[in-house]
């Protein structure tokens, strides 16, 4: 009863929070503090017109191309640099104070060097996705190979473990929570490229949508394209952090 | 002792990094089939003379025999009872005793019908398919030990297997321990820094001074066991002097 009314009172307290911010956003929008600036039941109405006309989801499927075939990009090499750099010190040494400074860099300023190096199409979207996204997922690769439990690895060649084993049998599975937190983490980032690519590189999908209703001063529409990207990363993020406690109970992850 | 040796140190040497001696000049010789105890004030590097007679630590100097050979590493004849216990924490207690034949490539029916009954000795059947983090410190004790007992080594180790769990568990799992190896042909090297323990447990107890850890005397408390019940063995006039003896030598070591 108690953890009912507990969870009761969460839910009350997210709904308020809610509708405190989108009720600001309206009264903003209706002030008006901008004329560029359309209050929230504008920019809703403006999302549903974009939906009905299919013109969003012609923009994400054009957006979402470069972002999925980098996270996949970045989810095999990084994930297998990241592993490696774990498991070799060569590599390690080598790597480390690459990713270290990528990881820290505003990675988003090499962005105009991609275009051109790579112009104006699909390569660089992609380039802008996996730039941003690698540093984290290989970094959380290598820090969940390193973090490994010493004593579980003792206990291993104690029980007369050999060294493939030990990878398989017990720092795979030790790192498994925290590789999948690097790629959870690295979609973010990789949201963020490919949003930055659109606007600088050339305007397509969502960022073509932002950019040609800002320009033709369709305010209502360029925040509904705005809003809707935030909203589906938000949720695609928070879906991937559910499915991870799923896969990974903290209890039993062992780190 | 007219019991033959199965485990040898001659001149164990142990130097870290940075000069730092664990263990200087360590000779002894561990009886077949009998409880033998190296206590010690911490620091005293008995669990590092531990993992050196488990092979799990190179000695820097002397050598250690087990069984007529020189010990380069973990091997099939010696098992480890590990004093955080090192359990897989996302498999069950099943997987966990059976992890040491998993690794030695037994087949899964026949090394789980081994683990299951090493389960039921340590009084743990109806766990077996608990995880670690539902047990407490003394249940999962009782799993790295069935671990170590179902591998069927003819020499457990275990480091300070009782000092993290509550003195009444650690009264208990003493008592059932001696009941335990009373009916199988184990030898066991056991580390404690408990004088108690050591006494109540030893047919043969190894004192070790302080860093860097030397053989400071080795005493054979002689107490009768069998037929009697754990208080009588504490109340035993040997028990009591043994434990006198051991306090003797250590409180010089108490700075």
Redesign the interface.
Same mark, same amino acid.
């Given at each position: 009863m108690e953890r009912k009314n507990l969870i009761g009172t969460r839910r009350l307290w997210q709904l308020i929070s809610i509708i405190f911010f989108f009720g600001l956003w309206e009264l903003a929008g209706r002030w008006p503090i901008s004329l560029a600036f359309p209050p929230f039941s504008t920019t809703v109405l403006a999302l549903l017109r974009m939906t009905a006309d299919g013109s969003l989801l012609k923009a994400y499927l054009s957006t979402l191309q470069p972002l999925v075939i980098g996270i996949v990009l970045c989810g095999i090499a990084g994930i297998g640099f990241g592993i490696g750099m774990g498991l070799s010190r060569s590599i390690e040494w080598f790597s480390l104070p690459i990713f270290i400074i990528l990881q820290a860099a505003p990675m988003a300023a090499i962005i105009p060097l991609i275009t051109y190096i790579y112009g104006i199409g699909l390569a660089s979207k992609v380039l802008a996705v996996v730039v941003l996204a690698a540093p984290v997922i290989v970094m959380n690769s290598y820090k969940g190979i390193r973090n490994t439990n010493p004593s579980l690895i003792q206990m291993c060649r104690a029980f007369l473990g050999t060294r493939r084993q030990e990878v398989i049998k017990i720092i795979l599975p030790h790192a498994g929570a925290l590789i999948f937190a690097g790629l959870r983490l690295g979609l973010a980032m990789g949201f963020i490229g490919i949003v930055i690519a659109e606007l600088m590189i050339t305007p397509t999908g969502i960022g073509d949508l932002i950019t040609y209703h800002s320009s033709v001063a369709d305010y209502p529409e360029m925040f509904g394209a705005i809003a809707s990207i935030i909203v589906l990363a938000a949720l695609t993020i928070h879906a991937l952090e559910r499915l991870e406690r799923k896969l990974f109970p903290p209890e039993v992850r062992g780190s | 002792m007219s019991a033959e040796a199965i485990v040898e140190a001659r001149g164990v040497g142990k130097s870290y990094d940075g000069g730092v001696e664990a263990l200087k000049d360590v000779s002894l010789a561990l009886p077949r089939g009998k409880l033998s105890t190296l206590l010690g004030p911490s620091g005293c590097g008995k669990t590092t003379l531990l993992k050196i007679i488990?092979?799990?630590i190179p000695p820097s100097r002397g050598e250690v025999w087990v069984k007529g050979m020189k010990v380069e590493?973990?091997?099939?004849e010696?098992? !480890?009872v !590990?004093q955080?216990f090192?359990l897989?924490?996302?498999a069950n207690v099943l997987r966990n005793v059976a !992890?040491?034949l998993?690794?030695?490539g037994t087949p899964k029916e026949q090394r789980d019908e081994i683990a299951r009954r090493q389960i039921a000795e340590v009084g743990l059947s109806s766990f077996e398919s608990s995880?670690p983090?539902q047990l407490s410190g003394g249940m999962r004790q009782r799993v790295g030990l069935a671990?170590a007992l179902a591998?069927d080594a003819d020499i457990i180790l275990m480091d300070e297997p009782f000092s993290s769990v509550d003195e009444q568990t650690r009264r208990k799992f003493q008592e059932e321990l001696l009941d335990l190896l009373r009916h199988k042909e184990k030898t066991v090297i056991f580390v404690t820094h408990s004088i108690e323990e050591a006494a109540y447990l030893s047919d043969q107890i190894v004192l070790l001074s302080p860093r860097p850890g030397a053989v400071s005397r080795i005493i054979h408390p002689n107490i009768e066991r069998s037929g009697r019940n754990p208080d009588e063995i504490r109340r035993d006039k040997n028990y009591l002097d043994a434990v006198d003896e051991i306090w003797q030598i250590l409180k010089q070591y108490v700075a």
């Open positions: - | 488990a092979g799990l590493g973990p091997g099939p010696r098992a !480890f !590990f955080d090192a897989l924490p996302w !992890f040491g998993e690794l030695r995880y983090h671990r591998v």
